[in-house]
């Protein structure tokens, strides 16, 4: 397990708080935070008995921090209902094991509640609420579990980044193939037919480049060498996608493009033979995600990145196909965690895909409208979109530990 | 060196995507690569730890009425209009929620949200980590259009929360006017007052986002009886005869909204209209004092009405000269705005000046004042006021009201759990 320092010197103790023991007949639904006397602020009561509950309600404070009513549970399906009535310094509460986040809720600021519901096996956990005076009870889990065990969280994270290693496999063989094309042409004698190569290629690049950038440290710096731009090395040194698009869309020749596509292609080649089948830990998806659309904030929105052929939209749609397909490797994990946090990004990401396709156009080689085009306020309005996405997003690189 | 310059480093990727995975492939080792920020994040300390007692005191966040009103007027404003980029009610009762939590720490000088994990952004941006809140107040209000059909809330919309009307003058430009919601936040430290909008900004993405922000560097009216009158960027003082804070009477009879409203969420609330007005101080500047003075009816040096010796000496709006023309301009600033010449309409200023630097058509200083005015009905004082002088003050010949927005600002928060505009939503 990856070191994950939370604040330490707070002793994860339990405090004997046990205020009496309530049966499960709580909800398993996710609720979205609601203010108090809109939602039930118990879980649920039952028959007393010797079994231990399903549900616990904590109780939040300025003064006291959060205070659980229970803090022996039964194994099997946890729901938690959270108030926060005074404590201005506490958003969000978690659930624990070890110091990996089994379950959460966020966005909980005083005077809001809110459930999830966490399935746990048996054994110690801690209700985390960072922020709060006393940020830590231990809830010690007894029985065996009847529903799916936590243990397949583990399973999940791998499964996704299995799957995205598939995918940035998937890319690579893509890049290699599209950019021995676009050498081919750029050798020949057909500018049109060069350009709609160099269009094709694009993509692939822009879907993984945060693989590229990670090899940055072994001597030769391979995102440089296949995607710098003009002002970001010296000029005898300048290779790559951009070198090329400026004799095709601004040069309008061929002269001298040959040997730059076979450079690019040796590239994207040593690319392919140091990444692939690369094994990924979850919080690199996370923090890849965020990179591309930090690429997109960064660059794209600003045209500097298609200077020549003013194709920005193409490549901010593959940053964007490919953050989400990190992400959508996360997802089934994540789910499980804070389904809120999941619906939000998966509901934003489809507001940036909306306000993308606002753009497309199917006359133009590379399916969007030029970035000329874009109007100050539309790119405000997709400057928001990609930011409303990054908020959510960049908190799962610390939820996606392994 | 006679070498060329290197270009500028290509950007690096500050996040660890990959990093392991890479340097393995390399023969590195991933160890303490820990990335940019981590430092500074654990570097945040415990909350509650930041040097209290700056020169002005705490103003509490909780009360019948929103601080930033009848408090005293701070020197440094920030302040922000933003668009709801959503329909969801739900989403923006949580971001009125997270501003009510984040207010709160603020103002006691404290982070927001709680001490930060290595592995996520900080709930803090950070800047104002050492510094006291300087009297931070923050102060929330909600725009007509708030009260479209988009949250479905047209029946809570106040009548008096009516669009101002064009002026004769007006060279309004949307980019700096209207708005959604606003957030003012008010403090005797810039960056302290700027840290709340940015935090502000950062818990609506998704939610709102920025229209646009004035930030303003010297209050330009007293709200107490204890401060000076300042000038404003003309150097004249203005606003002597403001509405001061501690006059419970007069805020009652003139800024806070009774139990006569039409919307009872607004009880104990009052409206603001917010003004961008230039000042075209390259022409000012070249101005006689005569003429300076006579436009504003006051000695620019003492401030006193030109119809007495000290700052405030009553204003004898009928007094004539020997030849019988009248001592104070007919179209005179002092005498245009004066309560005695409008039927006795007063409003509370709290207005700053502020610089957006030079106009890049002109060359010339893009200057003025952010004119801030609480009350209790803009139909009845904003706008009738606004209407005389936008025909008649002597002063228009060197403004140009460049925005423009009305907020209704709901009363104060009740204690913790409470949350700006909870009446209204709820």
Redesign the interface.
Known sequence: MKSYPRRVGVAALALALAQGLTACTGSAADTPATEPGTAGSRAGSGPGGSSAPHAVNVMVTADQGCVPDTTHLAAGPLTVTVTNRDAAAVSEIEVLSGERIVGEKENLPPGFNGTFTVSLTAGTYTLYCPGAPHERSALTVTGTATGAADSSLTALWQRGTVQYGRYVDTQLDSLVETTTALARTLHGGDLDAARAAYLAARPAYEKIEPVAESFATGGTDLDAAIDARMDEVPAARWTGFHAIEKGLFADGRLTGLGRLGDGLVRDVRRLRELAAHLRYQPFELANGAQELLDEVARSKITGEEERYSHTDLLDVQANVEGAEQAFAALQPALVRIDPTLTGTITSRFAALHTVLDRYRDARDPSGFVRFGQVTAPDKRALSAAVTAVQEPLSRVASKATS | MSTAP????????R?????????G????TAAGATGFGLADATDLGP?GTRPRGGVRAEVPLYGPHQPGIATPAQDRLAFAAFDL?TTDR?AV??ML??W???A??LVRG?PV???P?????P?DTGEALDLAPAGLTVTVGFGPSFFDERLGLAGRRPAALAELPPFAGDRLQPARSGGDLCVQACSDDPVVAFHVLRNFA?SA??TA?LRWTQLGFGRTSTTSRTEDTPRNLMGFKDGTNNIRGVDAPAMDAHVWVGTETDQPWLAGGCYLVARRIRMLLESWDADSLADQERVFGRAKTSGAPLTGRGEFDPVRLDARKPDGTPVIDPHAHIRLAAPATNGGLRILRRGYSYTDGVDPDTGLLDAGLFFLAYQQDPRRQFVPLQQRLATRDNLNEYLRHTGSAVFAMPPGLS?????FG?QLL?
């Open positions: 290197e270009p500028a480093a290509r950007p690096r990727s996040r660890r995507f990959l990093g392991g995975a890479a340097a492939i390399a023969g590195l909350t980029t739900a009762q949580i929620g997270l009510a939590a984040a709160q720490q404290r949200g709680g001490d994990a290595p592995e996520a952004p709930p950062r993405r998704g986002v204690g913790p759990g409470d949350w909870r709820r």
